[in-house]
């Protein structure tokens, strides 16, 4: 038989290429097979899921015709697990159950009252799971199959978890560790019993780990990933992945996040090949919580937000997942987003209402993680306070609507003080001679006497006024007015007082000494500043240096007296004038 079975293998090792290429209906051989290698067929990787769909079916029919019962039991409970479709499901589950009740077989009532359970427990289902679950113990038990009676010990232990009765996990999932930890040198079935002892130590490690159990979960770990080398290489990723969830859990718990990070990190992908989108997402859970537990929100939000995508599409949440809620709650909290922070709240109630409703078992976690009442006044305060914020929004629109009034007026403003500004600076321009010219030609010239002068004899010796305004001539034409001097100095340079060169100022030109100065420094910084483009490398102390003012407040004041601009206005409309780069900056200026 073994070698008949080899041969078969071989057979379709040969041919599977082809049974993945050719439809079923032209490769009927499989009819003439009988049921032994059928199911050969079947249990191997070669076929297509459609391909061993069809083999199964006709494996039951074949069963079922030829009356075998133990065949008939393997078909309904083959396609109990390969069916999707929860319904279907349950159909295959119940069509085994109702068949084995007529073979008055209690080991074949357990089993099928195992196969009600596991779908049920697939689905989420976790009370249902655990009655048909508790019924299949007890028929096995009478049986006298520990080995088949253990398999079911370690499912209810993982139902009991996922209803948090954690003592009644650890109870039933440690007598089933301790019986394959017994049966680990048996021959007989040696890697089926080493696959049942990992299975049950992951379990009995994620039960301590909700019971805080510190020094177990480390030995637990250890005898789990030692026993895990001794599996195929296949098998031998799968379950690694799931110890380093546990071990990422548990670094988290001791504050490792780096260490934690890296394991649940390394984890994902074998248990995203899996299809295990629960354990999947508690690995998203973790890796959030590190986020958070090192001052990274922003980091950890897009972790828990999956959670919710999960829970959205499939409608998959348990008492683990939930906390990715409370997270993205106290998130939007912190961040005042009144719309985001109900959101997850209803969320949360929704959550706690689905999972009351399926799993009444779950009253510690209503009680202590799910606080309906508080749940439902904290809606209820959001939902008010976002009525007063919308309230209030549309009453910022009003102000915001002023704001946009004043802000427009504020630019017809601006814009007609800048048209103003403009013809001011065009008309400085205008009046900016390219040569030094005499005083004068002031913008705002002053009222001078127009008393005639009169004509002297070239040997008649001049008045005193004559002399001065000589003088200051000279004086202007070679830039003295850029020099720190008082009307002190300037008197003694004149051969005069300061009474005398007062009342010249006063008298003849109508203007007072520091006026005077000051005009002359402007008008000589306007033409400057006009035709000089270097000057403009300056800032406003720089300035002010070069046209004689002791400090730039000083030199700005005169400016925007003189010329109703500012030096910074004027500065910027002539760098924007065409002709200013046009200057020759190497020109010397006379």
């Known amino acids: 038989m073994f070698l008949k079975k080899l041969l078969l293998l071989f057979f ?63 078909g309904y409970r083959k396609k109990a697990f390969l069916e999707k479709d929860y319904n279907q499901q349950i159909l295959y589950a119940d069509s085994l159950l109702t068949y084995t009740l007529t073979l008055n077989d209690i080991k074949a009532v357990g089993t099928a009252y195992n196969v009600k359970s596991y779908v049920a427990y697939l689905n989420k289902n976790y009370k249902t799971a655990l009655e048909y679950g508790l019924k299949a113990e007890d028929y096995l038990q009478k049986s006298q199959d520990e080995y088949n009676l253990n398999k079911v010990k370690g499912a209810i232990g993982a139902i009991y978890y996922h209803l948090e009765e954690y003592e009644k996990s650890e109870k039933t999932t440690k007598e089933a560790l301790t019986y394959y930890q017994s049966k680990l040198h048996d021959t007989t079935n040696a890697y089926n019993n080493l696959r049942g002892y990992i299975t049950n130590v992951f379990a009995l490690s994620k039960t301590n780990f909700r019971q805080q159990k510190t020094d177990t979960i480390q030995l637990l770990l250890r005898d789990g990933y030692a026993a895990i080398n001794k599996l195929t290489s296949k098998d031998k990723t799968l379950e690694t992945a799931y110890f380093d969830l546990i071990n990422g859990m548990y670094n988290h718990r001791l504050k490792q996040y780096a260490t934690s990070d890296s394991l649940l990190t390394k984890s994902l992908a074998p248990i995203q090949t899996n299809g295990d989108f629960a354990n999947e997402h508690l690995a998203y859970l973790y890796l959030g919580k590190n986020a958070w537990e090192t001052n990274q929100r922003e980091k950890a939000l897009p972790y828990f937000e999956k ?284």
């Open 12 to 74: 379709l090792i040969l041919i599977g290429g082809f049974s993945y290429a050719l439809p079923t209906q032209n490769n009927r051989d499989y009819k003439n097979w009988s049921l032994q290698d059928l199911l050969f067929s079947i249990n191997s990787d070669l076929l297509s899921p459609a391909d061993k769909e069809i083999y199964l079916e006709y494996y039951l029919q074949k069963a079922k015709k030829e009356q075998v019962p133990e065949a008939i039991i393997v």
């Open 307 to 590: 959670i919710e995508k999960l829970y959205q599409e499939t409608h998959f949440a348990n008492t683990e997942l939930s906390e990715a809620f409370d997270y993205l709650i106290t998130y939007y909290q912190s961040k005042k987003n009144l719309e985001k922070e109900l959101h997850y709240t209803k969320l949360l109630m929704e959550l706690s209402s689905e999972l009351h409703k399926k799993n009444s078992k779950l009253s510690s976690f209503m009680h202590i993680h799910l606080d309906t009442k508080k749940l439902e006044a904290s809606q209820k305060k959001l939902e008010y306070e976002l009525s007063r914020s919308k309230s209030k929004i549309k009453g910022l629109y009003g102000v915001v609507t002023v704001l946009i009034l004043v802000v427009f007026l504020g630019l017809i403003y601006y814009q007609k003080k800048q048209q103003k500004v403009q013809l001011q600076y065009k008309h400085v321009i205008q009046h900016s001679p390219q040569e030094v010219v005499q005083l004068t030609e002031h913008f705002e010239e002053p009222v001078v006497n127009q008393t005639p002068i009169i004509t002297t004899d070239v040997h008649q010796p001049m008045s005193t006024t004559q002399v001065l305004s000589k003088k200051l001539d000279e004086f202007e034409g070679k830039k003295g007015f850029l020099q720190k001097i008082t009307q002190d100095e300037l008197a003694r340079q004149f051969g005069t007082n300061r009474n005398t060169l007062s009342k010249f100022f006063n008298e003849e030109k109508n203007i007072n000494f520091s006026d005077y100065l000051k005009q002359l420094r402007i008008r000589h910084a306007v033409r400057e500043l006009t035709y000089n483009p270097k000057l403009h490398l300056l800032n406003l102390t720089g300035l002010a240096e070069e046209f004689g003012f002791g400090n730039s407040k000083s030199f700005s004041t005169a400016f925007k007296e003189i010329t109703k601009l500012s030096v910074t206005d004027f500065i910027k409309m002539r760098q924007q004038d065409a002709d200013f780069k046009e200057i020759d900056q190497k020109q010397p200026l006379h």
